[in-house]
């Protein structure tokens, strides 16, 4: 059986900007899960980031599934709040157009439709940002419309955009502090079997 008290759930895209120390932050967490889209499965090694590392530490579930197996959680209650950091444009661009067509961006809409909090550490907050390549740090003018996308995803009931890493910090602590932990009760079985495809092949196990 899986645990009782409720997860937080934490979406990870194709991006480096502050990666590393977004996942400290993550796999810092009592009972957080670990959501990759197929895009931050790519560039993990580009940043020194072992797949089979983060299992280890943390369940992991992958973009395998074309429905995107894993978000039916949401409707068992078992996640309180979902954390998507580092977020793309191409990911903020989905979420604010209400597009779900990926584990990440269905993890957004399944978090709204379900009234789960939602923090997104967005990649493309100023008109001009420095940025970490798999190489050496970089200096990017994220698109007006990329800066658009942000703020509508911003201004969406039950969403909080975050513009640094030290913000995500502040509002992950302050969201635990307060976060509910009710009793889940019959409902609440093997979902590791349910959703089992889900994981995709070699899916994570650690049961922090």
């Given at each position: ?9 934490w ?21 957080c ?42 409707y ?96 992950v ?19 590791d ?12 196990d650690?049961?922090?």
């Amino acid at each position: 059986m899986q645990d009782v008290k409720p997860r937080l759930a934490w979406g990870i895209t194709g991006s480096g900007h502050f990666l590393k120390e977004s996942l400290d932050i993550a796999l810092s967490l009592p009972h957080c899960d670990l959501f990759l889209s197929r895009a931050a499965e790519e560039i993990l090694p580009m940043y020194g980031i072992s797949l089979n590392g983060l299992k280890d530490r943390a369940r992991v579930y992958r973009d395998t599934t074309a429905s995107s197996v894993p978000v039916g959680l949401f409707y068992y209650g078992h996640y309180h709040t979902v954390v998507i950091a580092p977020a793309t444009s191409n990911t903020v661009a989905k979420c604010a157009l209400g597009l779900s067509d990926s584990l990440i961006s269905n993890l957004f809409a399944q978090a709204g439709k379900t009234r789960v909090p939602i923090y997104l550490y967005a990649c493309d907050t100023e008109p001009e940002m420095d940025t970490e390549a798999p190489k050496d740090w970089v200096k990017v003018y994220p698109r007006p419309i990329d800066l658009e996308y942000t703020r509508r995803v911003g201004e969406m009931d039950g969403v909080t955009v975050l513009h640094s890493v030290e913000a995500l910090q502040i509002a992950v602590e302050q969201r635990l502090r307060v976060a509910p932990t009710p009793t889940l009760g019959d409902v609440h079985r093997d979902l590791d079997t349910l959703i089992g495809e889900g994981r995709g092949e070699g899916g994570g196990d650690g049961r922090r």
